[in-house]
Structures are given as structure tokens and as C-alpha cells.
């Protein structure tokens, strides 16, 4: 385990939220952005475990963490859901852009 | 009995006269509104005549000076400690005089009016108004303090403007209202800055004590005023200057007498009363007032003599080519308010040598007559002939034969034949300048000689010329009342007799600069010059006027330009014209009114266009556009880590 | 005497109008409440002259404190001198008369009621207040109504009229804000304690940077009500959008607002600024006494000729408060009176003959005596009052400025006096013209033959204001017994400046 060094592992984890962040800015797809948001979850989630093995060994407790997001992300994908099925029955269309009445 | 019981009654029975009629006069008075004034004025007409009596033979002499009294004085307004408007009346020889002259014509003007304007239909607004005139003149000559003076002037012109506007459905009565107010406004605004200039300089605004501050020679105020010099000038030259500004103003001086011929539109009586007898003579009265503060300030009283002698002169010329008749009597009047005033501007003071004031004086009090006779005779003769123009006169003189008579009297006066009142006053005024600026004295002889000339023009014009009346309406009114009712023939009857006895009195013993009563000698020699000079006059318009001819055509053909510039009065009115409405109107005005609507409320109008377009840029923020809103809350934490991290550490 | 009553009695009114039914009972009852008010503003005079009569010198007298919010020091304060006195008169007068005029409102008359008593609270209470965030407090309680009642019952562009006169008043009083604050912060110099109390800021020294950072504020603030140049665009839409009640008040008491509020609160407590500045002031008074007078000649309608020359009225006011001499500012204060008491006059007979003719413009009227004397006679009397001829109160006011302003020696004041003197003649200028065209001459249009003279609601109205100017015309020894008093213990702080 402490073959790798810490800030490999945590270089993924950055580079994974980022590639989340990047996919929840600019995709125009509102499922597309959900995987981009379970994209950025997931990330936290490597970073939890990460920091859990390599500096308290001894504990669990960001593994609690862990599971704890992975339960959360899971209701929240499945609200996500029944939002984009409504907004499908009003606007007929997935396309976050055409969600924008909340505007001046 | 001391004068304070009476005195107040004087100016507040025609007040009470202006409330009573104002109020209640169309509904319960009607008809009788004109007999109630009358015998209101009547009764400050006694009650003046007895305040003169009073004063001239019983005690109003101390020793050989005739005392300034003040019998009642209150405080009006009071600014500070010293200066205050405070409503008194003063009695003096100059203002007990005014009295009798202001509630005497006042009375016969409104004795006419009965006959005049029987049937009008705001009969009862009439003679409210005309009771609100005299209230204000006699106001106007009993005041004791400056300010006092303002405010009945002020008075004084607002009668006259609602007097003027009578006939208000005719425009020409409305314009010429509206003139009259304003010229005399922008003279009374000279008048308001020398009130604040003398208020100031000399602690006070009560007369008595303003003027003798300011005369002594040892006192402080007198020694500031003259000392301190505003572009050059010395502050009392200023101030007199433009007081005297608001006296032309009023008593219609070159170059402000523009509204006097146009004031004609008023009813004819009115036209006795304000702009021949009374209000027109407020001017010479003020600086009459003011003389000895004149006296010590010669530059003020150059310019006094010289716009008197101009006014006396041009007014004269342009008489000549009038053919209203009624516009030749206003610059009749033009003409003689010059001579009072240059009469003053080359008065002295003291004893003889202040024959100037008191043959200004005099001439005031017969000019009244005279002049207030002319007006009532031509207010008779238009009521016969409906019509102003002297084309439509003549022959008069057997259909009226009264008014011929008084009207005849009333020209030899002014041409200054002896023995009507006329000439006592004029020669003493041509004596007072050949005394003291012969110049004067060569303009007003020349002036007389065209007085008598034109004055008699229009009397032959009117009473003689053709062999009989006719015009276009046949006789109207031929079998009764041609000459008017009864009401309209006896102020005339008074009148003339006036004309011709006035003349007698001892004015000198009575008014004199500085209070003492002096003994004025007749100089026959010297009166045979202007007595010849008016001689010449009436014949050269017997010549031209007494038979119908074509001669006064040719001559005025002859003439050509001058004639066509005196007939246009020097064409004075269309410089005002052009001044006020393409300079003023144009240049001052319309800029103002654009700037205000366009600079002014355009910059507002601009703050609030302007706030509109950042909020329309600013809204675009709220684009209800999801990603958006993440990509400003990502924004937002990458500057407050940074903030944390690096900058606030 | 509880000065409160002053502004709980139309309070208390005006919720009463709300609560009923039908537009009889309405007039009746704002009829009988603001004859009560003006009863009330009489009965103050009476028990004030007592209480001066016995000896009582105290600056303000009647006065009622109690604690409002302790922890900011926001006490609800109220007590009156000579000036307020004055100016509670006046607003009695006007809203009586507004009332009247309104008799005959066809719409919504419920609410006009309603929204003219609430602006008539706001003005009394402003009068009697003496704590600075109470005087503020009725300020605001003004503004909304106006509003309100311009927009909906007004005529001609009274949308934008509406909303520009309520954004430039609400700017004014955010000024007015800042400047309160910034007076409140600076308190503390004495004692350690801040408070909003007039009398105890006017003991104070302030010390000198901030009098002069926070006068402006609360000079041009104040001045925004009171038509200063150049914030006095709102008052010429304003006016002459605004019903005919409305624009009596507006101009009648709301400009004075202004006016006093210069007074009370940026000259009484920040002297030493106000010398300071008092030449700002002086020039933009004077520009806007014979400016406004110029942009009122050339005026085609008749709404639009009196909200102008009132612009160049109230230059009169701010001048005397810029001249600083005690004549000087007793003659603003009886120019407020007069002028408002003039205009509401203006305004009634202006809005007499629009009931009649519907239309305001000069080109489209004339010859109104023959038909309407009684209306034409109240025409010209406040024309004649307005150009300030002497016998109605505008004379009283205007000479007593110009005496004041002339006391000061100086070139540059008298040439200002020079200026302000000279609108007499532009004021005749435009008023005479006004006179001659819609009221004198032919007359305009035969169907004006039909027209009817005032109505016992007008005539009434138009007495009382009539009597008003005249009393002060004819003995203004009154008025000014009333305000000089006042006007020294305002004037004591700034006499030892100038000296």
C-alpha cells in the first residue's frame, strides 16, 4: 500500500472531480450531467478512503464516509430522476436550456 | 380739535367705498352704487377742504415755517430695532395740498361718471374700483414712510390697471392694461432698489427723519452715502436716480411714457381722474417729497430737468399729429408733467430761490383743473359723437354749447393766457428757469408756443371747422341730453370756474421748498414773451383749423418724413417691441424654458434612462440557466479560497 | 395643549373613512375633521400667545417626549415655536380647502379622502417634531401618497409625472437620511451619548469637517423638496399632473417641507457649515427666482405657468435661508406662508376652470369673466398676490426678504437682492398675460356661454385662503410678531459667525 505515493491516488481523485465538474458545466444532456454529478461523488469517495488508509490507518472512519455518499448518491440520483421525468412531461425535451423560466 | 379725529377718514371713506360696492354692490346697490360713492368722496372732499383750512390758516404755521406734522403713526412691519414700515400720515404744505386736488377732481370725476357711464352694466364695479383708486392716491400723498409710499404706488397701478381694462372683452383695453402695469413694474423695480439703497444708508425709512440724515451736513449716513461709489458713481446719485427711475415710471417721462397714450382705452373719466390729475402726477409728487435730498445731489436733479424738458418737448410734437383726440390730451398731459418736472430740476431751495418747487407745485394744482376739464369735456363730446377721431367732429359748438365754453377756458389755461390759471403757474416756471438754466427756459417757450398750437388745433377741430355737426348717425340724441345730463354738466361748470380763479391764489405764501411762505412777484416784462409765443400758436391754428381746408394736409405733406416720425410717435413703441419680444422673449425666455425642459430636466430624465439601460445589461445575470448559476457559485469559491489563502492570512 | 392631537385626529379619520360605506359620509366626515383640524391649529395660536404673554421663553413650548427606541436614542419628541406655528396654520388652512374643492371627486373618492388625510398626518407631524428620526419618520409617511394620488386621479402624463415627482422626493429623503445619520454620529462629542434631539444638537458644537461633509446632504436633500436648482424638475410635471387637492397640497405644504426642514435641521444645527456654504446657496436661489420666472413666461398652460412660478417662489425661501440675517429668514418663513396659501388659491381656481373648460391651455381660453366672475376674481387675486402687490401677503413676504438680504453689505448679496427684486417685473410679465388672455378679452368659445360660476364648495374654499393672504396683506405685524422670536434663537449661533 505505501508503495504508491499518496499524491498519485490523489491526483486521479482531482482529476476525476474536475472531469465531473467540467461534465456538470457543459453538458447539455440533463442525465449526462447526473453521471457528471455521481462523476464528482465518486471522486470525494476516493479521497475519503485515500486519506483513511494512508494517514490513520488504524480507523475506518472515512470508509464510513464512503458508504455514507455512495447511500446519498444513490436517493439523490433517484430524486434527480423524478425531476428530469417532470420537467420531460412539460417542456417534451431533456435539454437543460429549455428549463430557464426562472429568469428577469 | 386736533387732527387725528378726522385725518384717518380722509383715504378710508373710499375704502370703505371699494369693500362695500366690491362685495355687495352688483346685488343690492345696482343703480344707486354711484350716488353712494359720490357722497362718500364727498364727504372726504369736505373733510379735506377743512384739513386744509386747518392747516394753511390755523395752526399749521410756527413762526414763518409751515410745520411737517404727524398726527397718527403705527408700526406696519417692522424688519429690525431702526428700520420699520410703519403707516402714518404727514401733513405738509405739499401734502395737504394733494388732498384737496386728489379728493376735489376725484369728486367731480365721479359726479360725470354718473351721467357717463348710466346704463353700463358694471356700474357698481366701476365706482368700487374708482373709490379704490382714490383711496390709494390719497394714501399715496399722506404717506410718512418710504416703504408707505411703495405700497399705495403699487396700489395706485393696480387701480389703474383694472381701470384701464374696464372694457375688458375690447383687446386693445386688455393689451393696454397689461402695458401700463408692466412699464410702470419695471420702473417701480428703480424705485424698490432706491428705497433699500437710502433704507440703509440712513438708518430709516420714515421720511422726515431719512431726509434729514441725510441732509445734514455734519451726519455720518450723509457722509457714507456720498462717499461710497459703485462703478464710479456715488451711491446717492444712484439712489436718487433710481427713485426718480420709478417717479418717470408713473408719471409717463420719456423714454417710459409708452403706456400713457395707450392707458386711453380706459372709460373717459377714468382718463381725467388717474392719467391727467392724479396718479400721472405721483412722479413729480415723490420728488417733490425728496427735494432736499435732491438739492444736495446735483447730477439727480440734471437728470430730472433734462427728462422733463425732453418729455415736455417731444410729447409736444407729437401732439401736433394725433388725431385721436383723446391720445392728444395724454401727451397734452406728457407734455405739461414735463414742465413740472423740469420746474423742480432747476428749483434751488429756500425762499425765492425755490421758485421752482413751488411753480412746479403750482402748476401741479392748476394743471388739475385744467387739464381734468379737457378730459371731462371730451368724455362729453365723445359720448355725443360715439366715436374718438377728430374726422368725425366738428361743428360742436351750437349742439354743445357748455362743454365749447369749458373747453375754450380749458385751452386758454394751458396755452397760458392771462388771466386763467395757466399762465401764472407756466410763467413762473419759465422765470424759475431762466433764473437758473436759460437752455431750459429757450425749450420750454418753444414748447408753450406748440402747446398753444396744438390745443387750439383741437378745439377748432372739434367746436368749429364745419358749419354744423353731421355725421354718418344723423342726430343722434339731438332732442335731449346732447350734452349730456345734468351730472355731466356741472363738474364742468365747476371745473371751468375753477380754471379760471385758481390762478390767483397766493401759491408762494403756502408752498415753498423749505416751509416758509414767500412773496412771488409778477414779472410783466418778462411774461410778455411767452404770453406772445402762445399768441402765434392759437393763430397759426386758426389758420389751418378753424374752417374745413386742405391746408393742414399740405403742410403736413410738406413736411413729409418729420411729419410721418412725429405721427408715429418717434417710433419709441415699436423699439419696445422689438426689444421685449424679439430680444427678451427670444434670447432670455425661450432659452430658459428649453434649458429647463431640455438641460435641466433632461439630465433627470437622463439619470433615470440610464439606470434603465444598467439594468438591462445587469439582468442578464439572472439567465435561468442552471450551469450558469454553478459556474458563478464555482467562480465565487475559487476567489474566496484564494481570498483565505493568500490574502487574508 | 397635546400636540399629538395634531396628527392623531386625521390619523384616526382617515382609518374611520376607510372602514365605511358610500361617498356621502366620506366628504362629510374629512369636512367636519379637517374644520376641526383647522379649530385645533387656531386654538394652539390662542394658548401660544398665552403662554408668550406670561413669560414662557423657552424655545419650544407644549412639548412631549417620550422614549421611542432607547438603544439608537430615537425619542418621539414634539413641541412648537413661532415657525411651526406658523406652518401648522397653513397646512390647516390648505388641507380645509383641499377638502372642499375635492367635494365633487368622481371617482374612488373613499381612498382620495383617505390617501389626502394621511399626507395631511405626515405634514403635521413633521411640523411638531422636534427629535430628527421622528421628523424623518413623518417625512416618509408623505411621500407614498402623493404618489398615489397622482397617478390615479391626475391628468395629462400623470404616470410619469407620478413616478418622477415619487423618485426624486425618495432621493431627496435618502439624502436627507444621510445627512440625519451622519448629524447623529457626530453627536457624541459631549457626553459620550449619540441622540437625535433637535434642542440638544442645536447646544452642541459639531465639530467643523463634519457640519461640512454632512450639510450638503441634508440641504440639497431638504432642498430637492423645496425646489432648489437645479433638483426642481419634478415640480412642474408633478403639479400640473396632479389633481386639483393634490397639487394645492403638493405645492402648498409639501414644498414648504422643504423649506423648513433647510431650516430647522441643516441651518439651525450646522451653522458653521451653512455660513460656509451659504453663497452655493445664494447663487442657486437666485438663479432659480429669475430663472423660473423666464421659463414661466413662455409656459402655455395654465397648470404648467403656476408650478413654474412656483419653482421661482420658493427661490425666495432658500434665498432668505441663504442671506442669514434674522429679516432675511422671518421673511422666508412668511414667504412659505404666503406663498403657500397663494398657490393653493392658484391651483383652486386654475382647477375650477378646468372642471368647466377641460383644458388648461391659454390658447383655448378667454373671456372667463363674463361667465364665471366669482371664479375670475379668485383668479386675480392670487395672480396679484403672486406678482406681490401690496395689500395681499406676497408683498410682506418678498419685501421683507429683500430688506433682509440688502442688510448685508457686500456687493455680492445685494446684487443677489438686485436679482430676486428684479422677478417683479417677470412675474407681472407672466401673470398679466395669464389674466389677459383666459380671463379678460372675448371670450373663446361659445359653449363656454353655458358654463356655470363657482359652487358653494368653491367659494368656500376659496374664501378661507383668501382671507388668509389678506390678513397677512393688510396687518402682517402678526406674522411677524409670531416668527421673529423663533428666528433669533435660530439665527444666535450664526450672528456670532458672522459678526
Same mark, same amino acid.
Given at each position: ?104 | ?75 406696519? #412691519? ?59 392716491? #390719497? ?26 381694462? +374696464? ?30 439703497? #437710502? ?94 435730498? +435732491? ?355 | ?15 374611520? @373613512? ?87 371627486? $368622481? ?33 416618509? @409617511? ?12 391626475? *391628468? ?87 389633481? =386639483? ?8 405644504? *409639501? ?22 456654504? *451659504? ?45 442669514? =440675517?434674522?429679516?432675511?429668514?422671518? $421673511? ?67 419685501? =421683507? ?66 382671507? $388668509? ?17 423663533? =428666528? ?12
Amino acid at each position: 500500500m505505501s508503495d504508491v505515493p499518496i499524491s498519485n491516488i490523489l491526483f486521479v481523485s482531482t482529476a476525476l472531480f474536475f472531469i465531473g465538474m467540467y461534465g456538470l458545466f457543459t453538458r447539455r444532456n440533463m442525465i449526462t450531467m447526473l453521471m457528471a454529478i455521481e462523476l464528482i461523488l465518486n471522486s470525494v469517495n476516493i479521497n475519503f478512503v485515500v486519506f483513511n488508509k494512508y494517514l490513520y490507518p488504524e480507523k475506518l472512519d472515512g470508509i464510513f464516509f464512503a458508504i455514507f455518499i455512495i447511500t446519498i448518491a444513490a436517493a439523490e440520483a433517484a430524486v434527480a430522476i423524478a425531476i428530469i421525468i417532470n420537467l420531460y412531461r412539460s417542456h417534451r425535451s431533456i435539454d437543460v436550456e429549455k428549463a430557464s423560466e426562472m429568469k428577469w | 380739535m386736533n387732527y387725528s379725529s378726522y385725518i384717518a377718514l380722509i383715504p378710508l371713506l373710499p375704502l370703505a367705498g371699494f369693500v362695500i360696492l366690491g362685495l355687495f354692490g352688483k346685488k343690492y346697490f345696482k343703480n344707486s352704487s354711484g350716488v353712494f360713492g359720490c357722497l362718500l368722496l364727498l364727504a372726504s372732499t369736505v373733510l379735506s377742504l377743512y384739513a386744509a383750512y386747518h392747516y394753511f390758516f390755523i395752526d399749521g404755521k410756527v413762526g414763518d415755517t409751515y410745520q411737517t406734522l404727524i398726527p397718527i403713526k403705527y408700526t406696519w #412691519l417692522s424688519f429690525s430695532d431702526s428700520l420699520s414700515i410703519d403707516m402714518g400720515f404727514v401733513l405738509d404744505p405739499i401734502s395737504v395740498m394733494m388732498l384737496v386736488v386728489v379728493s376735489f377732481v376725484s369728486l367731480m370725476v365721479h359726479i360725470f361718471s354718473l351721467g357717463y357711464m348710466k346704463g353700463e352694466e358694471r356700474f357698481a364695479t366701476y365706482y368700487a374700483f374708482l373709490s379704490l383708486f382714490t383711496f390709494s392716491m #390719497l394714501g399715496l400723498v399722506v404717506a410718512s414712510n418710504i416703504f408707505q409710499i411703495y405700497i399705495f404706488w403699487e396700489l395706485v397701478g393696480v387701480s389703474s390697471y383694472l381701470l384701464i381694462g +374696464f372694457y375688458y372683452e375690447r383687446p386693445a383695453a386688455v393689451a393696454a392694461s397689461k402695458k401700463a402695469f408692466i412699464v410702470t413694474r419695471f420702473a417701480d423695480l428703480g424705485f424698490l432698489i432706491g428705497i433699500l439703497i #437710502l433704507g440703509f444708508q440712513s438708518g430709516t425709512l420714515d421720511f422726515s427723519t431719512l431726509i434729514q440724515r441725510l441732509t445734514d451736513r455734519s451726519s455720518p449716513q450723509l457722509l457714507a452715502i456720498a462717499s461710497t461709489s459703485f462703478l464710479g458713481i456715488s451711491l446717492l446719485t444712484w439712489a436718487l436716480t433710481l427713485v426718480f427711475i420709478g417717479g418717470a415710471g408713473k408719471s409717463a417721462m420719456f423714454p417710459l411714457h409708452i403706456w400713457l397714450p395707450d392707458a386711453m382705452e380706459g372709460p373717459t373719466p377714468v382718463s381725467a381722474l388717474i392719467h391727467a390729475a392724479t396718479m400721472v402726477v405721483a412722479g413729480v409728487y415723490l420728488v417733490a417729497r425728496l427735494f432736499p435730498l +435732491f438739492h444736495i445731489n446735483e447730477a439727480s436733479l440734471q437728470v430730472v430737468t433734462w427728462v422733463g424738458a425732453t418729455s415736455a418737448f417731444l410729447a409736444a410734437l407729437i401732439a401736433c399729429t394725433q388725431t385721436d383726440i383723446k391720445r392728444v390730451l395724454a401727451y397734452s398731459t406728457m407734455s405739461q408733467i414735463g414742465y413740472m418736472m423740469f420746474a423742480l430740476g432747476v428749483s434751488g431751495y429756500g425762499g425765492e430761490n425755490g421758485l421752482g418747487y413751488t411753480a412746479s407745485m403750482f402748476h401741479l394744482f392748476t394743471h388739475a383743473f385744467f387739464k381734468s376739464l379737457l378730459f371731462l369735456c371730451a368724455g362729453a363730446v365723445i359720448h355725443l359723437v360715439r366715436s374718438n377721431e377728430m374726422k368725425d367732429m366738428g361743428g360742436l359748438r351750437k349742439l354743445m354749447p357748455i362743454t365749447n365754453i369749458a373747453f375754450f377756458i380749458a385751452c386758454l389755461a394751458i396755452a397760458g393766457i392771462p388771466p386763467f390759471a395757466g399762465f401764472f403757474s407756466k410763467e413762473e416756471i419759465l422765470f424759475a428757469a431762466w433764473q437758473h438754466n436759460p437752455p431750459i427756459y429757450y425749450i420750454g417757450l418753444i414748447t408753450s408756443g406748440i402747446t398753444a398750437y396744438y390745443m387750439f388745433r383741437l378745439y377748432f377741430s372739434i367746436f368749429w371747422s364745419k358749419p354744423h355737426h353731421s355725421s354718418p348717425d344723423g342726430y343722434r340724441g339731438i332732442t335731449h341730453h346732447s350734452e349730456g345730463t345734468m351730472s355731466m354738466k356741472i363738474p364742468l361748470i365747476i371745473l371751468a370756474i375753477g380754471t379760471i380763479l385758481v390762478g390767483f391764489i397766493p401759491f408762494s405764501n403756502f408752498i415753498s421748498s423749505d416751509g416758509k411762505g414767500f412773496v412771488s412777484e409778477m414779472h410783466l416784462t418778462f411774461s410778455t414773451m411767452p404770453v406772445a409765443i402762445a399768441l402765434v400758436g392759437i393763430l397759426i391754428a386758426y389758420s389751418l383749423y378753424f374752417k374745413q381746408s386742405d391746408r393742414p394736409q399740405k403742410l403736413a405733406a410738406s413736411l413729409g418724413g418729420l411729419y410721418e416720425t412725429a405721427h408715429r410717435k418717434f417710433y419709441i413703441d415699436e423699439i419696445y417691441l422689438f426689444v421685449t419680444k424679439k430680444i427678451i422673449f427670444n434670447i432670455v425666455g425661450r432659452p430658459a424654458a428649453w434649458i429647463d425642459k431640455n438641460i435641466v430636466d433632461g439630465t433627470m430624465n437622463g439619470i433615470a434612462w440610464t439606470t434603465g439601460r444598467i439594468s438591462v445589461l445587469v439582468k442578464g445575470v439572472q439567465s435561468g440557466k442552471v450551469q450558469s448559476y454553478a459556474l458563478y457559485f464555482f467562480g465565487g469559491i475559487v476567489v474566496l479560497v484564494i481570498l483565505f489563502l493568500y490574502v487574508l492570512k | 395643549m397635546n400636540l399629538s392631537l395634531l396628527a392623531i385626529l386625521p390619523l384616526v379619520t382617515a382609518i374611520m @373613512i376607510i372602514l365605511l360605506k358610500g361617498t356621502k359620509s366620506v366628504r362629510i366626515i374629512s369636512l367636519i375633521s379637517s374644520t376641526l383640524q383647522l379649530l385645533l391649529a387656531f386654538a394652539l395660536l390662542y394658548f401660544y400667545w398665552n403662554e408668550r404673554a406670561m413669560g414662557d421663553s423657552a424655545p419650544m413650548l407644549f412639548e412631549d417626549n417620550y422614549t421611542w427606541y432607547a438603544p439608537l436614542h430615537i425619542n418621539y419628541h414634539v413641541g412648537v415655536d413661532g415657525i411651526s406655528i406658523a406652518m401648522i396654520l397653513l397646512t390647516a388652512f390648505v388641507v380645509l380647502a383641499g377638502v372642499l374643492v375635492s367635494w365633487n371627486i $368622481g371617482q374612488l373618492n373613499k381612498e382620495f379622502f383617505f390617501l389626502l388625510l394621511l399626507l395631511s398626518v405626515g405634514a403635521y407631524g413633521f411640523f411638531i417634531s422636534i427629535d430628527l428620526f421622528t421628523l424623518f419618520f413623518f417625512l416618509e @409617511i408623505a411621500v407614498i401618497p402623493k404618489f398615489l394620488l397622482i397617478g390615479i386621479w391626475g *391628468s395629462g402624463k400623470k404616470e410619469y409625472s407620478a413616478m418622477k415627482l415619487a423618485l426624486m422626493l425618495m432621493a431627496g429623503s435618502a439624502l436627507v437620511f444621510v445627512g440625519l445619520i451622519g448629524l447623529y454620529l457626530n453627536t457624541n462629542a459631549g457626553n459620550g451619548q449619540h441622540t437625535f434631539d433637535i434642542l440638544q444638537i442645536a447646544q452642541m458644537n459639531i465639530p467643523l469637517p463634519a457640519q461640512k461633509l454632512f450639510f450638503p446632504f441634508a440641504f440639497v436633500g431638504f432642498g430637492i423638496f423645496g425646489a432648489l436648482f437645479p433638483f426642481h424638475t419634478w415640480v412642474p410635471d408633478g403639479h400640473s399632473s396632479a389633481p =386639483t387637492a393634490a397639487s394645492m397640497f403638493l405645492a402648498g405644504i *409639501s414644498m414648504k417641507l422643504g423649506g423648513y426642514g433647510c431650516l430647522r435641521v441643516a441651518t439651525y444645527l450646522m451653522p458653521d457649515a451653512a455660513h460656509q456654504y *451659504s453663497w452655493i446657496i445664494i447663487v442657486l436661489a437666485s438663479i432659480a427666482i429669475l430663472y423660473g420666472a423666464f421659463a414661466t413666461m413662455m409656459q402655455t398652460d395654465l397648470k404648467y405657468i403656476n408650478a413654474y412660478s412656483s419653482v421661482s417662489h420658493c427661490g425666495f425661501v432658500l434665498l432668505g435661508i441663504g442671506m442669514l =440675517t434674522k429679516t432675511a429668514i422671518t $421673511g422666508a418663513v412668511m414667504q412659505m406662508v404666503s406663498h403657500g396659501l397663494m398657490t393653493a388659491l392658484f391651483f383652486a381656481g386654475i382647477g375650477m376652470i378646468y372642471d368647466r373648460t377641460h383644458t388648461r391651455q391659454l390658447s383655448q381660453l378667454g373671456g372667463l369673466l363674463k361667465i364665471m366672475p366669482f371664479i375670475s376674481t379668485v383668479f386675480v387675486i392670487a395672480g396679484l398676490c403672486s406678482l406681490g402687490l401690496p395689500g395681499f401677503s406676497g408683498f410682506v413676504a418678498e419685501v =421683507t426678504v429683500f430688506m433682509g438680504g440688502w442688510s448685508r453689505a457686500d456687493n455680492f448679496y445685494r446684487i443677489a437682492t438686485i436679482i430676486a427684486c428684479a422677478s417683479i417685473v417677470v412675474t407681472a410679465v407672466y401673470i398679466l398675460r395669464a389674466v389677459g388672455k383666459a380671463i379678460m378679452g372675448p371670450l373663446a368659445s361659445n359653449d363656454y356661454s353655458l358654463l356655470t360660476d363657482a359652487k358653494w364648495n368653491e367659494k368656500w374654499a376659496a374664501a378661507l385662503l383668501v382671507i $388668509g393672504i389678506v390678513a397677512i396683506g393688510i396687518a402682517p405685524f402678526w406674522l411677524n410678531d409670531l416668527v421673529t422670536p423663533a =428666528t433669533e434663537t435660530i439665527i444666535n449661533k450664526i450672528s456670532a459667525i458672522i459678526k
